[in-house]
C-alpha cells in the first residue's frame, strides 16, 4: 500500500461534513487499508503503512492497539508505531479537534481490559497530548502497583493546574512506598513537600566487586 | 566555591589525619588549593563512571596521565559487572570498585569525574556530580532533552565546577588550523554550512525480549528512563540507534561535526529560529533512529544556515588523498564532516571528533602579520585541567555543548513530529507548538532524576 493511497482516503473522509455515510465508509476503508499494511509480511509495506497513519486518526487508535499484542513482533512493532505517528500528527497546532479525539480513544485503552504493555504506551502518549478528559483515567493508574510509576509521569508532563491538584491529591493516598515518587513530580512542578526528601544523591546498590 | 566544602583546610586537615588510619581515601586537592580549585602543582583526583565503550578509554588514557604523575584514579564505576572487573584490571591496586555512582559522589576526596555511560544517563549524573563539587568531563552529546541542558548548564554555574563535553573535535590540531583558516575571511562571508554523514543503521536481525544478562543491572542502565523489558539490541553500544537513549548518527556525530560548526562560526551561545527534518525510517527491528536525514536549521542575525544530512555512502563528498607521512596522518573517518560555503570559496573537514582533518589550503596556509589567531587548545583533558585548576572556560564548557546537543535534539524532534519547530533562543524554548514543548522534558523514574 501506498503512502499515496492513505492520503487519497483521508482526502475523501475530509469531506466527511458533506456527505457522513460516504465519509464513514472512506474512515472504516482507511482504518481497513492501514491494518492491512500493518499486518503485511513485507518490511517495506508494513513501513510505508505505519508512516502514513497519522492522517487516519482516531478511529485506527483502538483497532491498532489490538494488534500491539500480535505475536508477530514486527507486526506489533509496527502497530505501535502507527499509533505514535497518530499521536504525533494530531498533537500539531491548530489541530484541537482532531488531538480530542485521538485523546478519547486513548483514554478508553487505559482499562483492565487492556493489557499492561498497551496501557503503558498510551499512558507515555497521552503525556504529549492528554489534557482535562486524560487526567481522570490516568489518576486512576497510580493505583495499579505495573502502572503507577508511569502514570505518575504522564500526570507530570501535563501542563495544567489539574494535573497538579491530581498528583496532590495521589499523594494524599498513595502507600509510603510510593510517595516519594509523586512527591518528586509535585516538586519538579513547583509544589513544596513536606518530607519525603529527595533521595536522587542517596546510594542504595552496593557491589560485590573487590578491589584488586 | 563548592557547597560540599563545609570544613576549611585547618579543620579538614586534621579530620583527614584522624580519618587516614582507618580509610584509605585521599585527600582532595581542592583543600591543599583552596576551595573549588585544585592547586597548579596538585595532582586531580578522579573517578571514572562508566568504563565500557569510550569510558575504557578515557580510564586507559586516565591510567597513563596517572603513570606519569598527572592525576590519581580512586574510583571507578559501572552497572556491568564485567566491565567493573576490567576496569579495575587496567586501573590497578588502590582503585576502589562501584556498582551504584553515588558512592563516589560522596567521597570528599575524589575532585573530578568522568562520565562515559549512555545518552539518556549524562544529564542526571553531570548535575548530580556538580551538586556535590565535583568537576565533570562528560561524554557527548551534553543531554538528550533541552531540559536537561539547561539544568546542566545551571548546575556548573551554581556550583563552580569546570565541565568539559567530550566534542574533542575543537581540541584537534586541524580544528586550530580551520579555524584560523576560515576566521581570517579566506574563503569570504560564510552563510551555508552542509554536515554530511553516512547513514545510521537498521536493525535487520531484531530479537525478543528476554531476560537481562547475570552482569547487568538492568534497571539501574535504564535510569531515568521508562522501564521497559531488557532486549539486547539497546545494549551496550548499539543504544546509540534508539532516539531515546542514543538519537541516532545526529546526536552522536552531530555532537562533533556541528560542535566544530558552532566554534568556527562564532555561534555558541546563538541558536536557529527554525530546524526543520525529514528522513527515513528504518523498516524493521528495534532501532528507531533516522537511516538518512536531511535537516535545515536557519540562524538571524547574522543570517547563515546550518544543514545535516545523512546521505548513502556513494553520494558523500570524496575524502582529500593524503600520505601517511603527514602530520595527522590519512584520513581514516571520511565518511563524515562539513563543507564551509562563503561568498568567495568553499573548505572542507573530514571527522570533527578525535580525529579531524583540514582541507590541505588551510593546513599550508599561514598567518600573515596582522592576522586573526584563535585559541588553541592544549588537548581536551589538558584544556579540562586547566579548567579545574583556573577557573579558565573549557573549549567545550556546558554552555557551548547543551547549545550543540540542541540542534541535535530539535533535528530529531522535528523528525519525529514530521514538522517545522520554531526555536526561541532567547527563551530557550519551542514556539507555537505545545506537544513540542512538552517533548522538550522527558519525565524520570523515581529517584534517577534531574
Same mark, same amino acid.
Given at each position: 500500500?501506498s503512502?499515496?493511497?492513505?492520503?487519497?482516503?483521508?482526502?475523501?473522509?475530509?469531506?466527511?461534513?458533506?456527505?457522513?455515510?460516504?465519509?464513514?465508509?472512506?474512515?472504516?476503508?482507511?482504518?481497513?487499508?492501514?491494518?492491512?499494511?500493518?499486518?503485511?509480511?513485507?518490511?517495506?509495506?508494513?513501513?510505508?503503512a505505519?508512516q502514513?497513519?497519522?492522517?487516519?486518526?482516531?478511529?485506527?487508535?483502538?483497532?491498532?492497539?489490538?494488534?500491539?499484542?500480535?505475536?508477530?513482533?514486527?507486526?506489533a512493532?509496527a502497530?505501535?508505531?502507527?499509533?505514535?505517528?497518530?499521536?504525533?500528527?494530531?498533537?500539531?497546532?491548530?489541530?484541537n479537534?482532531?488531538r480530542?479525539?485521538?485523546e478519547?480513544?486513548?483514554?478508553?485503552?487505559l482499562?483492565?481490559?487492556?493489557?499492561?504493555?498497551?496501557r503503558?504506551?498510551? !499512558?507515555?502518549?497521552?503525556s504529549e497530548?492528554?489534557?482535562?478528559?486524560?487526567?481522570k483515567?490516568?489518576?486512576? !493508574?497510580?493505583r495499579?502497583?505495573d !502502572?503507577?510509576?508511569?502514570?505518575?509521569m504522564?500526570?507530570?508532563?501535563?501542563?495544567?493546574?489539574?494535573?497538579v491538584?491530581? !498528583?496532590?491529591?495521589?499523594?494524599?493516598?498513595?502507600?509510603?512506598?510510593f510517595?516519594?515518587?509523586?512527591?518528586?513530580?509535585?516538586?519538579?512542578?513547583?509544589?513544596?513537600?513536606?518530607?519525603?526528601?529527595?533521595?536522587?544523591l542517596?546510594p542504595?546498590?552496593?557491589?560485590?566487586?573487590?578491589?584488586? | 566555591? /563548592?557547597?560540599?566544602?563545609?570544613?576549611?583546610?585547618?579543620?579538614?586537615?586534621?579530620?583527614?589525619?584522624?580519618?587516614? #588510619?582507618?580509610?584509605?581515601?585521599?585527600?582532595?586537592?581542592?583543600?591543599?588549593?583552596?576551595p573549588?580549585?585544585?592547586g597548579?602543582?596538585?595532582?586531580?583526583?578522579?573517578?571514572?563512571i562508566?568504563?565500557?565503550?569510550?569510558?575504557?578509554?578515557?580510564?586507559?588514557?586516565?591510567?597513563?596521565?596517572?603513570?606519569?604523575?598527572?592525576?590519581?584514579?580512586?574510583?571507578?564505576c559501572?552497572?556491568?559487572?564485567?566491565?567493573l572487573?576490567?576496569?579495575? /584490571?587496567?586501573?590497578?591496586?588502590?582503585?576502589?570498585?562501584?556498582?551504584?555512582?553515588?558512592?563516589?559522589?560522596?567521597?570528599?576526596?575524589?575532585?573530578?569525574?568522568?562520565?562515559?555511560?549512555?545518552?539518556?544517563w549524562?544529564? #542526571?549524573?553531570?548535575?548530580?556530580?556538580?551538586?556535590?563539587?565535583?568537576h565533570?568531563?562528560?561524554? /557527548?552529546?551534553?543531554?538528550?532533552?533541552?531540559?536537561?541542558g539547561?539544568?546542566m548548564?545551571?548546575?556548573?554555574?551554581?556550583?563552580?565546577?569546570?565541565?568539559q563535553?567530550?566534542?574533542?573535535?575543537r581540541?584537534q590540531?586541524?580544528?586550530?588550523l580551520?579555524?584560523?583558516?576560515?576566521?581570517?575571511?579566506?574563503?569570504?562571508?560564510?552563510?551555508?554550512?552542509?554536515?554530511?554523514?553516512?547513514?545510521?543503521?537498521?536493525?535487520?536481525?531484531?530479537?525478543?525480549?528476554?531476560d537481562?544478562?547475570a552482569?547487568?543491572?538492568?534497571?539501574?542502565?535504564?535510569?531515568p528512563?521508562?522501564w521497559?523489558?531488557y532486549?539486547?539490541?539497546?545494549?551496550?553500544?548499539?543504544?546509540?540507534?534508539?532516539?531515546?537513549s542514543?538519537?541516532?548518527?545526529?546526536?552522536?556525530?552531530?555532537?562533533?561535526v556541528?560542535?566544530?560548526?558552532?566554534?568556527?562560526?562564532?555561534?555558541?551561545?546563538?541558536?536557529?529560529?527554525?530546524v526543520?527534518?525529514?528522513?527515513?525510517?528504518?523498516?524493521?527491528?528495534?532501532?528507531?533512529?533516522?537511516?538518512?536525514?536531511?535537516?535545515?536549521?536557519?540562524?538571524?542575525?547574522?543570517?547563515?544556515?546550518?544543514?545535516?544530512?545523512?546521505?548513502?555512502?556513494?553520494?558523500?563528498?570524496?575524502a582529500?588523498?593524503?600520505?601517511?607521512?603527514?602530520p595527522?596522518g590519512?584520513?581514516?573517518?571520511?565518511?563524515?564532516?562539513?563543507?564551509?560555503?562563503?561568498?568567495?570559496?568553499?573548505?572542507?573537514?573530514?571527522?570533527?571528533?578525535?580525529?579531524?582533518?583540514?582541507?590541505? /589550503?588551510?593546513?599550508?596556509?599561514?598567518?600573515?602579520?596582522?592576522?586573526?589567531?584563535?585559541?588553541?587548545?592544549?588537548?581536551?583533558?589538558?584544556?579540562?585541567?586547566?579548567g579545574?585548576k583556573t577557573?579558565a572556560?573549557?573549549?567545550?564548557?556546558i554552555?557551548?555543548?547543551?547549545g550543540?546537543?540542541?540542534?541535535?535534539?530539535?533535528?530529531?524532534?522535528?523528525?519525529?513530529?514530521?514538522?517545522?519547530?520554531?526555536?526561541?533562543?532567547?527563551?530557550?524554548?519551542i514556539?507555537?507548538?505545545?506537544?513540542a514543548?512538552?517533548?522538550?522534558?522527558r519525565?524520570?523514574r523515581?529517584?534517577?532524576?534531574l
Open positions: 500500500m503512502t499515496n493511497s492513505f492520503k487519497k482516503v483521508s482526502l475523501v473522509a475530509g469531506a466527511a461534513g458533506v456527505m457522513a455515510q460516504t465519509a464513514s465508509t472512506a474512515l472504516g476503508q482507511g482504518v481497513d487499508e492501514l491494518l492491512a499494511g500493518i499486518k503485511d509480511s513485507s518490511d517495506k509495506v508494513r513501513t510505508e505505519w502514513s497513519a497519522g492522517e487516519v486518526g482516531a478511529p485506527a487508535v483502538k483497532p491498532l492497539a489490538k494488534v500491539m499484542t500480535d505475536d508477530d513482533l514486527e507486526v512493532r502497530a505501535k508505531r502507527a499509533l505514535w505517528q497518530i499521536v504525533r500528527y494530531t498533537g500539531r497546532p491548530k489541530a479537534k482532531e480530542r479525539a485521538v478519547t480513544e486513548l483514554t478508553e485503552l482499562g483492565k481490559d487492556q493489557p499492561v504493555a498497551v503503558r504506551e498510551v !499512558l507515555w502518549m497521552l497530548i492528554g489534557a482535562r478528559n486524560s487526567i483515567p490516568i489518576a486512576r !493508574l497510580m495499579n502497583e !502502572l503507577r510509576e508511569d502514570a505518575r504522564a500526570l507530570e508532563r501535563i501542563p495544567t493546574k489539574r494535573a491538584t491530581t !498528583l496532590k491529591a495521589g499523594f494524599e493516598a498513595a502507600p509510603e512506598d510517595k516519594p515518587n509523586i512527591a518528586q513530580s509535585l516538586r519538579k512542578r513547583g509544589e513544596e513537600v513536606a518530607g519525603y526528601p529527595c533521595k536522587k542517596v542504595t546498590k552496593q557491589t560485590d566487586v573487590k578491589p584488586l | 566555591m /563548592k557547597k560540599s566544602n563545609k570544613l576549611n583546610r585547618r579543620e579538614f586537615l586534621a579530620a583527614a589525619g584522624a580519618a587516614a #588510619v582507618s580509610m584509605p581515601y585521599l585527600i582532595p586537592s581542592s583543600v591543599l588549593a583552596g573549588g580549585r585544585v597548579a602543582n596538585e595532582k586531580i583526583t578522579m573517578a571514572h562508566g568504563v565500557g565503550g569510550m569510558g575504557g578509554y578515557h580510564l586507559n588514557d586516565m591510567v597513563q596521565r596517572r603513570d606519569q604523575g598527572q592525576v590519581n584514579i580512586a574510583a571507578v559501572d552497572i556491568d559487572k564485567n566491565r572487573v576490567n576496569a579495575l /584490571k587496567v586501573a590497578g591496586p588502590g582503585v576502589e570498585p562501584y556498582h551504584d555512582y553515588r558512592y563516589i559522589l560522596q567521597r570528599k576526596d575524589i575532585d573530578a569525574v568522568v562520565i562515559a555511560t549512555p545518552d539518556h549524562h544529564g #542526571v549524573q553531570m548535575v548530580h556530580a556538580a551538586e556535590s563539587g565535583k565533570v568531563y562528560v561524554e /557527548k552529546p551534553a543531554c538528550c532533552t533541552i531540559e536537561e539547561q539544568a548548564v545551571t548546575a556548573a554555574k551554581k556550583n563552580n565546577v569546570s565541565v563535553v567530550g566534542s574533542q573535535g581540541s590540531p586541524e580544528a586550530y580551520a579555524h584560523r583558516y576560515l576566521i581570517n575571511g579566506n574563503i569570504g562571508h560564510i552563510n551555508q554550512v552542509d554536515c554530511f554523514h553516512y547513514p545510521s543503521p537498521e536493525d535487520n536481525n531484531p530479537v525478543p525480549d528476554s537481562p544478562p552482569e547487568l543491572d538492568w534497571d539501574m542502565w535504564l535510569g528512563l521508562r521497559r523489558p532486549n539486547k539490541k539497546y545494549c551496550h553500544g548499539v543504544f546509540r540507534w534508539l532516539l531515546e542514543g538519537g541516532g548518527q545526529i546526536r552522536d556525530r552531530g555532537a562533533h556541528m560542535s566544530c560548526a558552532m566554534w568556527w562560526m562564532g555561534a555558541d551561545g546563538t541558536g536557529p529560529v527554525t526543520e527534518a525529514t528522513g527515513t525510517a528504518p523498516k524493521k527491528g528495534l532501532w528507531d533512529s533516522a537511516v538518512l536525514m536531511d535537516v535545515t536549521y536557519t540562524f538571524k542575525n547574522p543570517d547563515w544556515v546550518l544543514t545535516w544530512r545523512q546521505m548513502p555512502n556513494d553520494k558523500l563528498p570524496k582529500e588523498e593524503r600520505t601517511g607521512d603527514e595527522g590519512k584520513i581514516s573517518r571520511p565518511g563524515y564532516g562539513a563543507i564551509y560555503r562563503g561568498d568567495k570559496g568553499e573548505f572542507i573537514h573530514w571527522g570533527g571528533d578525535g580525529g579531524t582533518w583540514a582541507e590541505k /589550503k588551510a593546513r599550508q596556509w599561514e598567518l600573515p602579520a596582522g592576522g586573526k589567531d584563535v585559541y588553541k587548545s592544549p588537548g581536551h583533558k589538558e584544556d579540562w585541567f586547566k579545574i577557573g572556560k573549557t573549549i567545550m564548557n554552555e557551548a555543548a547543551a550543540v546537543a540542541n540542534l541535535c535534539v530539535l533535528g530529531n524532534l522535528s523528525y519525529i513530529l514530521g514538522r517545522k519547530l520554531e526555536w526561541n533562543q532567547a527563551k530557550q524554548t514556539a507555537g507548538d505545545q506537544q514543548q512538552r517533548m522538550m522534558s519525565p524520570q523515581h529517584p534517577y532524576h
